[in-house]
């Protein structure tokens, strides 16, 4: 599966934006997919992530309750809704795709990041 991240830009805080995550080859619904994100100078961390099905969905605890993610399978396009922006959002994100059962992890597959900037 090949992976497209978009939707990133420069938002001021408290703001919202929407990522898009478009996934062409194997039907998307094959895999767990998830959000990740790379702050500058930082490793990369683990933001949501939701079952094939769109069931069952996790996030990290700095975000839950300000991000919301949700997948079209008919559409092969997972997307993170984010609301209240903090400066701290600021990181490249991106998508990527886990082939195993939910909620064993091991994602194989990685979109190239959309970069999110928050200005305070």
């Known amino acids: 599966v090949q992976l497209q991240a978009s939707g990133g830009g420069l938002v001021q805080a408290g703001g919202s934006l929407r990522l898009s995550c478009a996934a062409s080859?194997?039907?998307?619904?094959?895999?767990?997919m998830g959000w990740f994100r790379r702050a500058p100078g930082k490793e990369r961390e683990f933001v949501a992530a939701?079952?094939?099905?769109?069931?069952?969905?996790s996030y990290a605890d700095s975000v839950r309750g300000r991000f919301t993610i949700s997948r079209d399978n008919a559409k092969m396009t997972m997307y993170l809704q984010m609301n209240s922006l903090k400066s701290e959002d600021t990181a490249v994100y991106y998508c990527?795709?886990?082939?195993?059962?939910?909620?064993?992890?091991?994602?194989?597959?990685w979109g190239q990041g959309t970069l999110v900037t928050v200005s305070s």
């Open positions: 939701i079952s094939r099905s769109g069931d069952s969905i």
């Open positions: 080859g194997r039907t998307s619904s094959s895999y767990v």
């Open positions: 990527a795709a886990n082939p195993r059962k939910w909620p064993s992890v091991g994602y194989g597959y």
